[in-house]
Protein backbone atom coordinates (compact mmCIF):
# COMPACT_ATOMS: atom_id res chain seq x y z
CA UNK A 1 0.00 0.00 0.00
CA UNK A 2 2.35 3.23 -1.41
CA UNK A 3 1.24 6.62 0.29
CA UNK A 4 -0.99 7.98 -2.49
CA UNK A 5 -3.39 4.26 -1.79
CA UNK A 6 -3.28 4.87 1.70
CA UNK A 7 -4.01 8.80 1.61
CA UNK A 8 -7.17 7.55 -0.89
CA UNK A 9 -8.33 5.09 1.39
CA UNK A 10 -9.10 7.28 4.41
CA UNK A 11 -10.82 9.77 2.21
CA UNK A 12 -13.04 6.79 1.15
CA UNK A 13 -13.50 5.69 4.53
CA UNK A 14 -14.92 9.09 5.34
CA UNK A 15 -17.40 8.83 2.63
CA UNK A 16 -20.46 7.14 2.13
CA UNK A 17 -19.59 4.60 -0.29
CA UNK A 18 -19.35 1.07 -0.78
CA UNK A 19 -18.02 -0.51 2.87
CA UNK A 20 -17.70 -4.35 1.02
CA UNK A 21 -15.22 -3.38 -1.46
CA UNK A 22 -13.61 -0.83 1.14
CA UNK A 23 -13.15 -3.10 3.69
CA UNK A 24 -12.07 -6.29 0.95
CA UNK A 25 -9.00 -3.17 -0.27
CA UNK A 26 -8.52 -2.90 3.10
CA UNK A 27 -7.63 -6.37 4.29
CA UNK A 28 -6.03 -7.47 0.46
CA UNK A 29 -3.61 -5.41 1.67
CA UNK A 30 -2.89 -6.11 4.67
CA UNK A 31 -2.43 -9.54 3.55
CA UNK A 32 -0.23 -8.55 1.04
CA UNK A 33 2.10 -6.44 3.58
CA UNK A 34 1.98 -9.42 5.78
CA UNK A 35 2.83 -11.60 3.36
CA UNK A 36 6.21 -9.99 1.87
CA UNK A 37 7.77 -8.40 4.73
CA UNK A 38 10.48 -10.14 4.84
CA UNK A 39 11.34 -9.41 1.32
CA UNK A 40 11.14 -5.58 1.63
CA UNK A 41 14.00 -3.28 1.86
CA UNK A 42 13.89 -2.33 5.61
CA UNK A 43 14.16 1.19 5.08
CA UNK A 44 11.38 1.38 2.93
CA UNK A 45 9.06 -0.30 5.53
CA UNK A 46 10.44 1.86 8.52
CA UNK A 47 9.44 5.01 6.75
CA UNK A 48 6.03 3.44 5.41
CA UNK A 49 5.31 2.72 8.93
CA UNK A 50 5.95 6.77 10.28
CA UNK A 51 3.82 7.92 7.06
CA UNK A 52 1.26 5.62 8.31
CA UNK A 53 1.42 6.49 12.12
CA UNK A 54 1.38 10.37 11.22
CA UNK A 55 -2.43 9.51 10.21
CA UNK A 56 -3.67 9.14 13.84
CA UNK A 57 -3.86 12.64 14.57
CA UNK A 58 -5.55 13.81 10.98
CA UNK A 59 -8.09 10.78 11.54
CA UNK A 60 -8.57 11.67 15.23
CA UNK A 61 -9.36 14.84 14.09
CA UNK A 62 -11.80 13.62 11.34
CA UNK A 63 -13.55 11.55 13.68
CA UNK A 64 -14.15 14.29 16.00
CA UNK A 65 -15.96 16.70 13.18
CA UNK A 66 -17.92 14.18 11.83
CA UNK A 67 -18.08 11.47 14.22
CA UNK A 68 -22.18 12.36 14.68
CA UNK A 69 -22.39 12.22 10.92
CA UNK A 70 -20.79 8.50 10.69
CA UNK A 71 -22.80 6.92 13.89
CA UNK A 72 -25.89 8.03 12.57
CA UNK A 73 -26.97 10.80 14.48
CA UNK A 74 -25.66 10.14 17.70
CA UNK A 75 -24.68 13.54 19.50
CA UNK A 76 -21.34 12.61 20.69
CA UNK A 77 -20.00 9.07 19.46
CA UNK A 78 -16.49 10.12 19.92
CA UNK A 79 -14.67 9.94 23.45
CA UNK A 80 -11.06 9.55 24.04
CA UNK A 81 -12.05 6.30 25.97
CA UNK A 82 -13.30 4.83 23.41
CA UNK A 83 -10.70 5.22 20.33
CA UNK A 84 -8.08 5.38 22.86
CA UNK A 85 -9.08 1.91 24.69
CA UNK A 86 -10.10 0.00 21.17
CA UNK A 87 -5.92 1.58 20.09
CA UNK A 88 -4.05 0.16 22.44
CA UNK A 89 -5.88 -2.90 23.34
CA UNK A 90 -5.49 -3.65 19.51
CA UNK A 91 -1.54 -2.32 19.95
CA UNK A 92 -1.05 -4.90 22.68
CA UNK A 93 -2.45 -7.76 21.28
CA UNK A 94 -0.52 -7.05 18.27
CA UNK A 95 2.65 -6.69 20.02
CA UNK A 96 1.64 -9.67 22.07
CA UNK A 97 1.34 -11.89 19.30
CA UNK A 98 4.31 -10.72 17.50
CA UNK A 99 6.93 -11.19 19.91
CA UNK A 100 5.20 -14.15 21.80
CA UNK A 101 2.73 -13.49 25.54
CA UNK A 102 4.65 -16.67 27.00
CA UNK A 103 8.24 -14.61 26.34
CA UNK A 104 6.81 -11.64 27.36
CA UNK A 105 5.55 -13.50 30.59
CA UNK A 106 9.48 -14.88 31.22
CA UNK A 107 10.44 -10.89 31.23
CA UNK A 108 7.65 -9.83 33.61
CA UNK A 109 8.63 -12.45 36.16
CA UNK A 110 12.17 -11.62 36.13
CA UNK A 111 11.71 -8.43 37.30
CA UNK A 112 11.82 -6.78 40.57
CA UNK A 113 8.66 -4.76 42.20
CA UNK A 114 11.06 -1.32 41.43
CA UNK A 115 11.23 -2.39 37.64
CA UNK A 116 7.36 -3.25 37.28
CA UNK A 117 6.09 -0.03 39.31
CA UNK A 118 8.22 1.74 36.51
CA UNK A 119 6.41 -0.19 33.76
CA UNK A 120 3.06 0.81 35.64
CA UNK A 121 3.69 4.53 35.89
CA UNK A 122 5.39 4.20 32.18
CA UNK A 123 2.28 2.72 30.91
CA UNK A 124 -0.57 5.64 33.17
CA UNK A 125 1.49 8.55 31.59
CA UNK A 126 1.47 7.31 28.61
CA UNK A 127 -2.46 7.57 28.83
CA UNK A 128 -2.42 10.80 30.19
CA UNK A 129 -0.21 11.56 26.92
CA UNK A 130 -2.85 10.23 25.01
CA UNK A 131 -5.86 11.60 26.36
CA UNK A 132 -4.20 15.07 26.42
CA UNK A 133 -3.40 14.99 22.55
CA UNK A 134 -6.93 13.93 21.91
CA UNK A 135 -8.51 16.84 24.20
CA UNK A 136 -6.44 19.10 22.32
CA UNK A 137 -7.41 18.11 19.08
CA UNK A 138 -10.43 19.75 19.68
CA UNK A 139 -9.28 23.06 20.01
CA UNK A 140 -6.43 23.16 18.00
CA UNK A 141 -5.19 22.15 14.88
CA UNK A 142 -3.63 19.00 13.46
CA UNK A 143 -0.39 20.82 12.34
CA UNK A 144 -0.47 22.95 15.44
CA UNK A 145 -0.75 19.67 17.33
CA UNK A 146 2.11 17.86 15.30
CA UNK A 147 4.41 20.91 15.09
CA UNK A 148 4.16 21.66 18.96
CA UNK A 149 4.86 17.95 19.97
CA UNK A 150 8.50 18.53 18.46
CA UNK A 151 8.73 20.18 21.76
CA UNK A 152 9.08 16.99 23.61
CA UNK A 153 11.58 15.89 22.43
CA UNK A 154 13.51 19.29 23.55
CA UNK A 155 12.44 18.67 26.79
CA UNK A 156 13.85 15.49 27.38
CA UNK A 157 16.87 16.31 26.31
CA UNK A 158 17.37 19.39 28.33
CA UNK A 159 15.77 17.00 31.58
CA UNK A 160 18.48 14.32 31.16
CA UNK A 161 21.05 17.49 30.82
CA UNK A 162 19.69 18.39 34.61
CA UNK A 163 19.19 14.96 36.18
CA UNK A 164 21.37 12.50 34.30
CA UNK A 165 24.39 14.75 33.47
CA UNK A 166 23.93 13.95 30.05
CA UNK A 167 26.28 16.39 27.81
CA UNK A 168 23.96 18.65 25.63
CA UNK A 169 26.57 19.53 21.69
CA UNK A 170 26.42 23.06 19.99
CA UNK A 171 24.61 21.60 17.58
CA UNK A 172 22.24 20.66 19.69
CA UNK A 173 21.97 23.67 21.90
CA UNK A 174 21.42 25.19 18.29
CA UNK A 175 18.68 23.12 16.85
CA UNK A 176 16.74 23.13 19.79
CA UNK A 177 16.84 27.09 20.08
CA UNK A 178 15.38 26.86 16.70
CA UNK A 179 12.48 24.50 18.12
CA UNK A 180 11.73 26.82 20.65
CA UNK A 181 11.63 29.83 18.33
CA UNK A 182 9.24 28.21 16.15
CA UNK A 183 7.27 26.91 19.01
CA UNK A 184 6.73 30.04 19.97
CA UNK A 185 5.46 31.45 17.10
CA UNK A 186 3.07 28.93 16.72
CA UNK A 187 1.81 29.41 20.31
CA UNK A 188 1.60 33.20 20.22
CA UNK A 189 1.81 34.65 16.64
CA UNK A 190 -1.25 32.15 15.09
CA UNK A 191 -3.63 33.05 18.06
CA UNK A 192 -2.96 36.98 18.22
CA UNK A 193 -0.72 36.42 21.20
CA UNK A 194 -2.86 34.46 23.25
CA UNK A 195 -2.65 31.01 24.59
CA UNK A 196 -4.54 28.72 22.47
CA UNK A 197 -6.62 25.90 25.31
CA UNK A 198 -5.77 23.25 22.57
CA UNK A 199 -1.89 24.77 21.85
CA UNK A 200 -1.16 24.92 25.78
CA UNK A 201 -2.80 20.93 25.75
CA UNK A 202 -0.28 20.07 23.40
CA UNK A 203 2.59 21.18 25.14
CA UNK A 204 1.39 19.80 28.36
CA UNK A 205 1.92 16.69 26.06
CA UNK A 206 5.13 17.44 25.08
CA UNK A 207 6.15 17.77 29.49
CA UNK A 208 5.07 13.99 29.74
CA UNK A 209 6.20 13.06 26.77
CA UNK A 210 10.02 13.72 28.50
CA UNK A 211 8.83 12.52 31.34
CA UNK A 212 7.95 9.21 29.76
CA UNK A 213 11.17 9.38 28.30
CA UNK A 214 13.45 9.85 31.31
CA UNK A 215 11.55 7.48 33.35
CA UNK A 216 12.58 4.99 30.92
CA UNK A 217 15.68 6.18 30.64
CA UNK A 218 16.48 6.09 34.43
CA UNK A 219 14.33 2.48 35.18
CA UNK A 220 13.06 0.77 32.70
CA UNK A 221 15.66 0.47 29.76
CA UNK A 222 18.38 -0.95 31.38
CA UNK A 223 16.56 -3.55 32.72
CA UNK A 224 13.56 -4.34 30.49
CA UNK A 225 13.56 -5.75 27.02
CA UNK A 226 11.75 -4.23 24.37
CA UNK A 227 9.01 -5.81 23.34
CA UNK A 228 8.21 -6.09 27.55
CA UNK A 229 8.10 -2.22 27.70
CA UNK A 230 5.75 -1.69 24.50
CA UNK A 231 3.56 -4.26 26.00
CA UNK A 232 3.07 -3.12 29.22
CA UNK A 233 2.69 0.50 27.87
CA UNK A 234 -0.23 -0.12 26.02
CA UNK A 235 -1.73 -2.90 27.73
CA UNK A 236 -2.02 -0.78 31.16
CA UNK A 237 -3.17 1.90 28.67
CA UNK A 238 -6.11 -0.04 27.22
CA UNK A 239 -6.58 -1.15 31.31
CA UNK A 240 -6.77 2.51 32.28
CA UNK A 241 -8.92 4.07 29.53
CA UNK A 242 -11.41 0.92 30.35
CA UNK A 243 -11.75 1.83 33.89
CA UNK A 244 -12.16 5.60 33.37
CA UNK A 245 -15.39 4.90 30.93
CA UNK A 246 -16.73 2.01 33.13
CA UNK A 247 -16.81 4.36 36.52
CA UNK A 248 -17.41 7.87 35.06
CA UNK A 249 -20.25 6.60 32.04
CA UNK A 250 -20.76 3.19 32.87
CA UNK A 251 -20.74 0.01 30.20
CA UNK A 252 -23.07 1.93 27.71
CA UNK A 253 -20.33 4.00 26.92
CA UNK A 254 -18.61 1.47 24.60
CA UNK A 255 -22.10 1.33 23.08
CA UNK A 256 -21.86 4.43 20.45
CA UNK A 257 -18.19 3.05 19.11
CA UNK A 258 -20.21 0.23 17.12
CA UNK A 259 -22.87 2.88 16.02
CA UNK A 260 -23.56 3.12 12.05
CA UNK A 261 -20.39 3.31 9.84
CA UNK A 262 -18.59 4.12 12.59
CA UNK A 263 -17.05 0.96 14.15
CA UNK A 264 -16.04 0.43 10.62
CA UNK A 265 -13.56 3.63 10.87
CA UNK A 266 -12.17 2.68 14.39
CA UNK A 267 -11.92 -1.35 13.06
CA UNK A 268 -9.80 0.24 10.56
CA UNK A 269 -7.86 3.22 13.13
CA UNK A 270 -6.84 0.02 14.86
CA UNK A 271 -5.90 -2.19 12.97
CA UNK A 272 -3.96 0.10 10.21
CA UNK A 273 -2.84 2.87 11.54
CA UNK A 274 -1.92 1.39 14.46
CA UNK A 275 -1.37 -2.37 14.44
CA UNK A 276 -0.21 -2.25 10.87
CA UNK A 277 2.32 0.61 11.47
CA UNK A 278 3.68 -1.28 14.82
CA UNK A 279 4.37 -4.56 12.71
CA UNK A 280 6.14 -2.64 10.18
CA UNK A 281 7.97 0.12 12.86
CA UNK A 282 9.58 -3.38 14.71
CA UNK A 283 10.28 -5.32 11.55
CA UNK A 284 12.78 -2.30 10.45
CA UNK A 285 13.68 -1.63 13.51
CA UNK A 286 15.02 -5.55 13.86
CA UNK A 287 17.41 -5.00 10.38
CA UNK A 288 18.55 -1.30 10.61
CA UNK A 289 21.27 0.60 13.04
CA UNK A 290 20.27 2.85 15.54
CA UNK A 291 21.64 5.82 13.40
CA UNK A 292 20.11 4.80 10.20
CA UNK A 293 16.99 4.85 11.90
CA UNK A 294 17.59 8.54 13.78
CA UNK A 295 17.80 9.44 10.43
CA UNK A 296 15.41 8.34 8.58
CA UNK A 297 12.63 9.28 10.80
CA UNK A 298 14.22 13.07 11.28
CA UNK A 299 11.85 14.20 8.57
CA UNK A 300 8.45 12.32 10.24
CA UNK A 301 6.65 15.41 10.94
CA UNK A 302 6.16 16.29 7.73
CA UNK A 303 3.81 13.01 7.29
CA UNK A 304 1.64 14.63 9.60
CA UNK A 305 1.25 18.65 8.28
CA UNK A 306 0.69 16.88 4.83
CA UNK A 307 -2.27 14.63 6.08
CA UNK A 308 -3.27 17.62 8.24
CA UNK A 309 -3.53 19.49 4.78
CA UNK A 310 -4.87 16.53 2.61
CA UNK A 311 -7.59 15.14 4.73
CA UNK A 312 -8.44 17.89 7.41
CA UNK A 313 -8.54 19.98 4.45
CA UNK A 314 -6.05 22.98 6.49
CA UNK A 315 -4.06 24.79 4.64
CA UNK A 316 -0.83 26.04 6.44
CA UNK A 317 -0.59 29.96 7.34
CA UNK A 318 2.14 31.87 7.06
CA UNK A 319 3.31 31.71 10.23
CA UNK A 320 2.75 28.20 10.49
CA UNK A 321 4.59 27.42 7.27
CA UNK A 322 7.75 29.32 8.77
CA UNK A 323 7.58 27.75 12.36
CA UNK A 324 7.35 24.91 10.25
CA UNK A 325 10.62 25.46 8.29
CA UNK A 326 12.36 26.78 11.84
CA UNK A 327 11.18 23.71 13.46
CA UNK A 328 12.48 21.03 11.06
CA UNK A 329 15.95 22.53 10.65
CA UNK A 330 16.03 22.53 13.96
CA UNK A 331 15.23 19.14 14.19
CA UNK A 332 17.55 17.94 11.61
CA UNK A 333 20.64 20.16 13.13
CA UNK A 334 19.85 18.75 16.99
CA UNK A 335 19.90 14.79 15.17
CA UNK A 336 22.64 15.16 12.94
CA UNK A 337 24.46 16.71 15.79
CA UNK A 338 24.39 14.73 18.69
CA UNK A 339 27.07 11.94 19.75
CA UNK A 340 26.44 8.42 18.87
CA UNK A 341 24.73 6.75 21.97
CA UNK A 342 24.69 3.51 23.11
CA UNK A 343 23.11 1.08 21.03
CA UNK A 344 20.63 -0.29 23.61
CA UNK A 345 19.43 3.36 24.70
CA UNK A 346 18.87 4.85 21.51
CA UNK A 347 16.49 2.00 20.30
CA UNK A 348 14.72 2.48 23.39
CA UNK A 349 14.49 6.14 22.62
CA UNK A 350 13.36 5.90 19.25
CA UNK A 351 10.70 3.20 20.47
CA UNK A 352 9.61 5.91 22.60
CA UNK A 353 9.66 8.29 19.62
CA UNK A 354 7.12 5.99 17.79
CA UNK A 355 4.97 5.57 20.23
CA UNK A 356 4.66 9.24 21.69
CA UNK A 357 4.97 11.68 19.12
CA UNK A 358 1.91 13.08 18.22
CA UNK A 359 0.22 9.89 18.89
CA UNK A 360 -3.14 9.26 19.72
CA UNK A 361 -3.22 4.98 20.17
Given at each position: ????????F????C????I????L?????????N??????N?????I??R?????R??????L?????E??????????????????????????????????????????N?????G??????L????S????V?LK??S?????L???F???L???????L???????????GF???????????????????????????G??????????????V????C??????F?R???S????????????????????VS??L???????A??????A??????????????T????????????????????????S??????????M????I??????????????????????S?A?T?
Amino acid sequence: MNLKGLVWFVKKICQHGDIEKIMLFAISNISMTNFSINTINPKFLLILSRAIAALRTAIIAILIARGMELSGGIEMPISFCNVLFVGNLCAALTVGFWFGFSNILEDLKSLNLKILGGLFLNGCLATLLSGLIFVALKDTSVTNAVLLARFGPVLYALGGALLLKKKISIPEWFGFSLIGVGVLAIVFKTNNYQINRGDLLILGSAVVYALISLLGKTVISDNCSLRTIVFTRNFISAIVFFCIAIVLFGPIHFRDVVSGRLWIIMGIYAFIVIVLAQILWYASLGKLDSRTVGRLTVFSPVFGVIYALLLNGERPSGTQIIAFIIIMIGVAISTFGKSKPKEKEKTIELSQEAESTASTS
